[in-house]
């Protein structure tokens, strides 16, 4: 049996805002912060430098596999079905870069209607610890192919660019003796500031899970993190939240929003 916690932070923490350049309503949560988008580099904080193999062994196991840290599905809550809707990603839709269109949650919202939706983020099932850990929700609306943060111990790679990144929110996870743990991210997403995004030519967010042992988190240890693989969500504002065409749905995944067009230091 495992224990199944939903997390709905306040509005004022993990609100779906997308209205200014702070996408994210509160992204100071937790007592460690991602080095800040600023610079590439925090002095007091360097890049974790490569492991070598003999500490990789030594840390997860010669054998052993990488807990499953990822997101499973993005999914509306019930009550938000009659005001966004799911679009369907055809099997024909192609993307040149991640994350692949099967890690793409795809919706369509009505500009006219001033709604407030409810997003979930359900987590893999975390297997049971000895140690306390902290999960991070992540998101940025640019990618990075250089990522500032090496993560050595990750068979995922940080893909989200500083830059543009913000902590959503943070999760203590509770040692556990023989129950595994499954969480659900509950995300409130307002439309009315999505659409001045949309409308802006930013229409597809990036999100990735950290998970990374409490006593790492409180040291601002970063480098020691295990990422989820790139999840996706694309917006489009049409009215009667009409899904979009498959030749414009391509055209929009494959380029990059306008916010991060510009941006400096710009490495992808």
């Given amino acids: ?24 309503g509160s992204p100071k949560l937790g007592t460690g912060q991602l080095p800040s988008a600023g610079s590439d580099e925090d002095p007091s904080n360097p890049p974790s430098q490569e492991a070598p193999t003999a500490v990789l062994n030594s840390l997860i196991g010669k054998n052993s596999k990488p807990s ?4 499973e599905a993005v999914t509306l809550n019930r009550a938000s079905e009659a005001k966004i809707r799911k679009c369907t990603v055809p099997k024909g839709v192609t993307r040149e870069k991640r994350p692949k269109p099967d890690s793409i949650f795809s919706l369509s919202f009505d500009p006219k209607q001033r709604q407030k939706a409810t997003l979930q983020f359900e987590m893999a099932e975390l297997p049971p610890t000895k140690e306390e850990r902290v ?3 992540l998101y940025s609306r640019c990618l990075t192919s250089k990522p500032k943060i090496k ?20 999760y203590n996870v509770p040692v556990g ?42 040291k601002g240890n970063y480098g020691v993190a295990k990422l989820s693989p790139l999840q996706a969500i694309h917006a489009t504002s049409a009215q009667y939240k009409l899904c979009p ?7 929009n995944l494959n380029s990059d929003n306008e916010s991060c067009k510009n941006m400096p230091g710009k490495t992808n």
Avoid at 245 to 251: P, W, Y
């Fill in 68 to 71: 499953p840290v990822r997101i």
């Fill in 151 to 170: 993560t050595p111990l990750s068979k995922h790679k940080l893909a989200l660019d500083t830059k543009d990144l913000e902590v959503m929110t943070t």
């Fill in 135 to 137: 999960l991070m929700l």
């Fill in 1 to 24: 049996m495992k224990n199944r916690i939903n997390l709905k932070k306040s509005t004022a923490a993990c609100t779906l805002l997308l209205a200014t350049g702070s996408a994210w």
């Fill in 245 to 251: 065409e498959q030749n414009k749905l391509i055209r």
């Fill in 177 to 218: 003796s023989t129950k595994g743990t499954q969480v659900t991210f509950e995300v409130d997403l307002r439309t009315d500031p999505l659409k001045k995004q949309v409308n802006a030519g930013n229409d597809t967010f990036y999100f990735q899970v950290a998970m990374l042992k409490k006593s790492d988190f409180q």
